[in-house]
């Protein structure tokens, strides 16, 4: 653990539970978690914007649904849901305008997972990242080869660009460059420059347990680009005798920490789902390469993780503070805190 952090987010309590040394000047920023003797099950969390989909999730399990077919359709409302410019139809689209979208999923009593990166015209990508484990022997499929295999299985193709995410397209579009051929716009609209995705990791009354990411992706991004949401390991993972764990914000720093195969091997050692959220974010800041880090050594982006562990005890971290993430257990669907290394204010400009 690197000492320029963790005074910023252990308290003494949680540092002894989990095993850590911790300096003087230790404290715990925010604590928002359930604790093991207050876990429930069954129980859902999702990233922030599923907050209706934890809700719906939860009521399926309690009817006794499988945990990855909950997880999805808490997930399907957003990707569904065209004023989410993050996910599915909406999505804000990569530099050419085109919607791209990265999805995966893990289903822990099987021990499976499937994913879809690139997937262009289809909004559910969750569902085809599901297909694609319940009906190949393969675990990925990208681009024309996602498409082609989603609309073999039933999938409709549609235009996922509505009007409002293809005007923020053209502003930006607008704004590159003052030297080239497009007008640029002189309103005074703020050009959105955007990361956003849901996870959703659900955990049956009997301990089953699933995990699903889907996404847009970084908005204006180069065609083709992958984030981590349908990286296994990195976007979401799932191991059934542990727990699951997934992952919103910037795919690039997630993907160089395996951030949520990392996360569940933290619960796996020991760790409560809040510690290793906040173990993993520790090795984020640790593998942040310079060009990327404020002159206070501190990462210019954000980066977040939800776990829950077998028991139904949960935790969500951040990079910075002003992190929320979405719950529903016996207590009901709400929001909670985050727990986080720095505090927002002390964020430079990305
Ligand atoms: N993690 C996503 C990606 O990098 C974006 C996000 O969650 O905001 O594609």
Redesign the pocket.
């Known amino acids: 653990m690197s000492s320029v952090s963790r005074r910023h987010f252990l308290g003494t309590g949680a540092a002894a539970a989990a095993g850590l040394s911790l300096g003087s000047a230790g404290r715990l920023e925010a604590s928002s978690a359930a604790p093991a003797w207050q876990a429930s099950r069954p129980a859902v969390i999702a990233s922030a914007n599923g907050l209706r989909g934890v809700a719906r999730a939860y009521e399926m399990l309690t009817k006794g649904a499988d945990p990855l077919d909950a997880a999805i359709a808490g997930v399907n409302i957003q990707e569904l849901d065209p004023e989410d410019q993050?996910v599915g139809l909406g999505g804000l689209p990569n530099a050419d305008g085109v919607v791209q979208l990265?999805a995966s999923c893990m289903h822990g009593p099987t021990r499976r997972a499937g994913a879809v990166a690139s997937l262009e015209g289809i909004a559910t990508p969750s569902l085809v990242a599901k297909a694609v484990m319940d009906y190949t022997d393969h675990i990925l499929l990208v681009g024309p080869g996602a498409k082609q295999f989603a609309l073999a299985m039933g999938f409709k193709e549609q235009n996922l660009l509505t009007e409002k995410s293809r005007q923020d397209w053209l502003r930006w579009k607008a704004r590159i460059s003052p030297d080239d051929n497009w007008l640029d716009h002189d309103d005074d609209v703020t050009i959105k420059f955007s990361?956003?995705?849901i996870n959703m990791n659900a955990v049956t009354s009997s301990g089953d347990i699933a995990s699903v990411t889907t996404?847009s992706?970084?908005s204006w991004k180069i065609p083709g680009r992958v984030?981590?949401?349908p990286i296994i390991g990195a976007?979401q993972y799932c191991d059934n005798g542990v727990g699951a764990a997934g992952?919103?914000?910037?795919?690039?720093a997630?993907i160089k920490v395996c951030g949520a195969f990392l996360t569940v091997e933290g619960m796996r050692r020991g760790l409560t789902p809040q510690q290793a959220c906040l173990a993993t974010l520790e090795r984020v800041v640790a593998m942040t390469e310079r060009r990327l880090l404020g002159d206070n050594g501190r990462p210019r982006f954000d980066l977040n993780f939800y776990a829950i562990a077998k028991d139904g005890s949960y935790g969500g971290a951040s990079i910075y503070s002003g992190g929320r993430f979405a719950v529903a257990d016996a207590k009901g669907a709400r929001l909670e805190d985050s727990v986080f290394l720095f505090k927002r204010e002390e964020r430079p400009r990305r």
């Open positions: 993050s990265d990361t956003g995705t996404t992706g970084l984030g981590d949401s976007g992952s919103t914000g910037r795919g690039e997630n």
